[in-house]
């Protein structure tokens, strides 16, 4: 008699069948992004061209030349479509600044960077028009705000790293260092888009070193005096002298306190039992 087993014993799976198959998954995978790379640079192209948004889907399948199924495969529409285009250059933002900053010498000289070059970088400049941003962006601000969002996480990280750094080296005071790091963001990305302020009748421009300056005082703890707020080290300084200050009054106020009670015991007559 032979034995049976009790349970089927799985045959694993022959390690040739696993290449075989991991490579036709490779292939797929690389067939997919190569077609949705077409589209996006047929979507590119037809902005540079049109200087606007306004194209239509078939447009875009006819200079790619692929097929309008292969489009639908890889997006749900034009929305999506652009949706990829925008988060694709916030992408490369967020890369180019890391790119731009890693000379600096300190996390809040490379903050200053950043913020300097966001700025310039979101700057309207005649010649240098971004329909994908000045068109698109500030519609889906208003109609999914939640996707632009979405598409910015590549930037607010690399902001976050740097506020994190700077408080950990005693440069900056932040107890949520992402929402300071999108404060930071918005302020330079938004007013760079609007950098007019009017003083009176005339336009006064505001400049990236105040956009700095504003940024810088809210992070530092410390006041700002003729358009430079305090550095690091006189914020500790000033910190320091503070707690001194409240310790040295605290103890004032006990000692009056103490006398107090001395003088009230001696001034009250004696219980009678």
């Not at 489009?71 to 925008?86: C, N, P, S, V």
């Not at 505001?206 to 700002?224: D, K, Q, R, Y």
């Amino acid at each position: 008699m032979s034995a049976v087993p009790a349970e089927s014993v799985e045959t694993p799976e022959p390690a040739w069948r696993q290449r075989a198959v991991e490579r036709s998954t490779r292939a797929a995978k690389l067939r997919a992004e190569q077609r949705v790379q077409r589209f996006l640079d047929a979507a590119q192209e037809l902005i540079a061209d049109k200087g606007t948004t306004d194209f239509t889907v078939q447009e875009v399948v006819e200079r790619s030349r692929q097929s309008l199924r292969s489009f639908y495969q890889h997006f749900d529409g034009k929305h999506e479509l652009l949706l990829a285009l925008f988060e694709d250059a916030l992408s490369k933002s967020a890369a180019a600044i890391r790119e731009q900053v890693a000379a600096g010498q300190d996390p809040l000289e490379r903050l200053k960077l950043a913020v300097d070059f966001l700025y310039d970088a979101s700057t309207p400049r005649e010649g240098r028009q971004s329909p994908l941003f000045t068109d698109f962006a500030v519609q889906l601000l208003v109609s999914h705000p939640e996707q632009v969002a979405s598409a910015h996480l590549p930037l607010l990280d690399f902001f976050t790293e740097m506020v994190e750094e700077a408080v950990e080296t005693g440069q900056a005071v932040a107890p949520k260092p992402r929402r300071t790091a999108s404060l930071i963001m918005q302020t330079a990305m938004f007013t760079a888009q609007a950098p007019s302020a009017r003083v009176g009748a005339h336009p006064a421009p505001i400049t990236v070193e105040e956009v700095w300056a504003f940024c810088l005082g809210g992070i530092s703890g410390g006041p700002v005096s003729g358009g430079t707020p305090a550095t690091a080290p006189t914020v500790k300084k000033t910190a320091a002298r503070t707690g001194t200050k409240k310790k040295a009054s605290a103890k004032k106020s006990a000692s009056a306190t103490t006398a107090a009670r001395k003088t009230g015991a001696a001034a009250s007559p004696p219980r009678r039992g």
